[in-house]
């Protein structure tokens, strides 16, 4: 497939492309399960932030060795994707959740333009809102120094080296989902996948650069400490890396893409350009629905 190619998620009549009012009415719903997906996810980072990192809270005192609670948090933002992913809002919109994903999706022409554009304002949204709900439910907790709204700045290692783990973490990440969610026999296991890699990143990177590899992940933490240290890192270095795989799975590996989602369940109709088999298209099943 040519990485030029282009789609909208939901086609109008006679092929043309998809108008901003006709994505809206069509794909709201979508829009909002990517806005609700971060936001849970980010009232996990931050009630997980809260207890592990808190020294008011027990776990700093039961264990003390700061590395066995980052590798805590790890699996615990690890095991909170796995579940938006499988949720039926994650299984609907294809759980993307983070902007440099939707737009590499869009840059290899399985989400048309509208649709990608509120994918990601939607996705800001949400992360906003799930640092405002823990901000409500954990009150000044969240602004104490050891959690500081989980934001996200580079390490002790400086700017330099946060850009690099982030641009690594990001090209790693999306090779590993086209690698796998492009082979059927496979592509059950990319939210695992993800889900370890999560884990992992947690563990090894969150000294070096706070682990974001999502510029809406970074803007909800931001926006409310009030703290922008070298923030634009956090929004080039990610689709930098997943733009870069993208690239070289296309032309390289002459890999064909199957489908945007992380989770490519037949047992829900796939709103994408899908070509995963056995999956049936939202706009195929519209029409269908519109001739009975």
Known sequence: MAIEERDTILSTSH???????????KNWHLYAYEAVELAL???SACTFTIFLFDPSWLAVRLIPNAIIRRALMG????FTALVIIHSPMGKRSGAHFNPAITLTYFRLGKIGFWDSLFYVASQFVGAIIGVAIAAIIFKSSLSKPAVDYVVTVPGRYGIAAAFFAEMLMSAVLMAVVLLLSNRVHLAAYVSYAVAALIALYVVIFAPISGFSINPARTTGSALFAGVWTAGWLYFIAPL???FLVAELYVRVCTGVVLCAKLHPDPAFVCPFRCHFPGHRRLHESNARG???
Not at 15 to 25: E, F, N, S, Y
Not at 75 to 78: F, H, K, P
């Open 15 to 25: 092929g043309m492309r998809t108008l901003p009012i006709d994505a809206v009415k």
């Open 240 to 242: 930098l890396g997943m």
């Open 41 to 43: 996810f980010m009232v």
């Open 75 to 78: 699996v615990a933002m690890g």
């Open 290 to 292: 519109s001739k009975s």
